[in-house]
């Protein structure tokens, strides 16, 4: 009983490890589209309120702006680093460095 109990947690450490972050809700894009088929935040994808209205056209769709968009002009603060491993593409209006 005790070897099962220590292969289980052992078994639950290693999945622990391997666990990614949560993503965060889209921070690149003004507009998110919701409604009946996209609950919440779930497609923050879109740069314009022209091309939101586009896809939800015709649909129980709608658009929102995004409450956790970043903007261009809110640079990284000058000591940001990407951590060891963890490589991200540029946000939307960020240089490339």
């Known amino acids: 009983m ?3 109990i220590l292969v289980l947690l052992a078994a639950i450490g290693l999945a622990a ?3 990614n972050p949560a993503a965060a809700v889209g921070t ?4 998110c589209i919701q409604g009946d088929d996209q609950p919440g935040l779930s497609n923050c994808t879109f740069t314009s309120y022209e091309q939101c209205q586009a896809t939800a056209s015709g649909r129980r769709l ?3 702006a995004n ?3 970043v903007g261009a002009s ?3 603060a000058p000591g940001y680093r990407v951590l060891p491993g963890r490589t991200l593409p540029p946000a939307y209006g960020y240089p490339r460095y």
Do not use: E, G, K
């Not at 690149?28 to 507009?31: M, V």
């Open 62 to 64: 709608w658009c929102i």
């Open 67 to 69: 409450p956790y968009y």
């Open 28 to 31: 690149r894009y003004p507009f």
């Open 2 to 4: 005790c070897r099962a």
């Open 74 to 76: 809110d640079a990284p």
């Open 17 to 19: 490890l391997n666990a």
